[in-house]
């Protein structure tokens, strides 16, 4: 998801019995209103976030403001949380960065295109030199039409 999707997400558009999750206004058209599948890490991360919020209702924010603990108001800004994260992880990387990097996470092991781009709402996506020559390899052998050229 977009940081401002996350950002902005609320318990209604959280399924946790069908693992799913809906995606509100996107920056694309392709993603408003996409249902997302998530993981069974996921899942249990937000099962556990939901456990400390037992008064939780629909319209309230997953992620509310911090200063006030204010559930019908969305966090403002995550770059404090986000730079600390950072640190103890021991790596560098924008916000963003993570969005592209379960693309590629995806794409990579072979999860077709067509369902990355469903997932993701968009059409991008960082592939491997692995499979960039896997992708080339494939075209050995193949008849080209028109000119019976192998490759």
Request: proline residues 5%; contains cysteine.
């Amino acid at each position: 998801m977009r940081y401002s999707e996350l950002r902005l997400l609320r318990w209604g558009q959280v399924d946790l019995n069908s693992c799913t999750l809906a995606v509100g206004h996107s920056k694309t058209e392709s993603g408003t209103g996409g249902l997302l599948p998530l993981n069974d890490r996921a899942v249990a991360i937000l099962g556990f976030w939901a456990s400390l919020f037992p008064l939780r209702e629909p319209g309230h924010f997953v992620f509310p403001a911090e200063r006030y603990s204010d559930p019908t108001r969305p966090i403002g800004r995550w770059k404090e949380a986000w730079e600390s994260a950072k640190i103890r992880a021991g790596v560098s990387c924008r916000f963003h960065d993570l969005r592209h990097t379960g693309c590629t996470r995806m794409l990579e092991p072979g999860v077709p295109f067509s369902v990355v781009a469903t997932i993701m709402g968009c059409r991008y996506g960082h592939i491997g030199q692995t499979a960039q020559r896997q992708a080339v390899n494939a075209l050995r052998g193949a008849d080209f039409e028109g000119d019976g050229a192998q490759n």
